[in-house]
């Protein structure tokens, strides 16, 4: 397993850009690196995944340097909708997944 | 689109009861999961089944029985409940082509006294 270590905490305030580090020194080859989005009593919701260089959306850009070693979320210009737990994994392509969220990153937004 | 179903979405348990959670998607989706939540912690893999008929141990499967009863459905039994599975329960699937995002239920939550 693919572990990852992010903080567990971070604030910002309103029309910020925020940006979220992953560390995840031992990613296997085949492993991508997906982000997930959990508000309180949801589920999480995918925000946003890639392998290498910079992946971007309409929600948030993922940038992740040559050594895959670690990853950024980075959302542009946040609001008070974005204070969520913020989860980063390394998914393991084999057909059979285990996968490991871990504590996650806690955004808070303020005015 | 309803995507992942769970029910019910609140429920109490006195220890030893058993208990049946329910979880539906409407995706398609050959792979089916099944998660645990306790307070201010990440979630756990409790089961999954990378495809209809077929179910593995996840990271934390003690105290749990899984049943794919079809392509769609997916539930988790307590057999015999202890307060030390009180949590929020998640169900998710995904497509099985590989590194493909899960989509997430909106959880059952389980106080057992």
């Known amino acids: 397993l693919a572990k990852t270590t992010q903080p567990i905490s971070m604030d910002s305030y309103e029309g910020q850009e925020v940006n979220i580090t992953c560390s995840h020194n031992n990613i296997a080859t085949n492993d991508y690196i997906t982000w997930y989005q959990q508000f309180p009593s949801q589920g999480p919701r995918f925000i946003i995944q890639?392998?290498?260089t910079k992946v971007t959306n309409e929600v948030a850009s993922l940038f992740i340097p040559a050594d895959r070693k670690s990853s950024t979320l980075s959302l542009p210009r946040v609001s008070l909708s974005d204070t969520a737990v913020y989860y980063c994994?390394?998914?393991?392509?084999?057909?059979?997944?285990?996968?490991?969220f871990g504590s996650g990153t806690r955004l808070q937004v303020q005015p | 689109n309803a995507g992942v179903t769970q029910t019910p979405k609140f429920q109490v348990l006195k220890t030893g009861q058993s208990m049946t959670l329910q979880c539906a998607q409407d995706?398609?989706?050959?792979?089916m999961y099944w998660y645990r939540q306790d307070p201010g912690m990440g979630l756990r893999l409790i089961y999954y089944?990378?495809?209809?008929?077929?179910?593995d141990k996840g990271e934390v499967p003690n105290g749990y029985n899984v049943s794919r009863l079809n392509k769609r459905e997916f539930s988790l039994r307590l057999e015999s409940a202890a307060p030390s599975q009180t949590s929020v329960y998640f169900c998710?699937?995904?497509?099985?082509?590989?590194?493909?995002?899960?989509?997430f239920g909106d959880g059952t939550r389980l106080s057992i006294l």
């Open positions: 994994l390394a998914l393991m392509d084999t057909g059979r997944r285990a996968l490991t």
């Open positions: 890639g392998y290498k």
């Open positions: 995706m398609n989706h050959n792979s």
């Open positions: 089944s990378a495809s209809e008929g077929t179910t």
């Open positions: 998710a699937s995904s497509e099985s082509r590989p590194n493909q995002p899960q989509h």
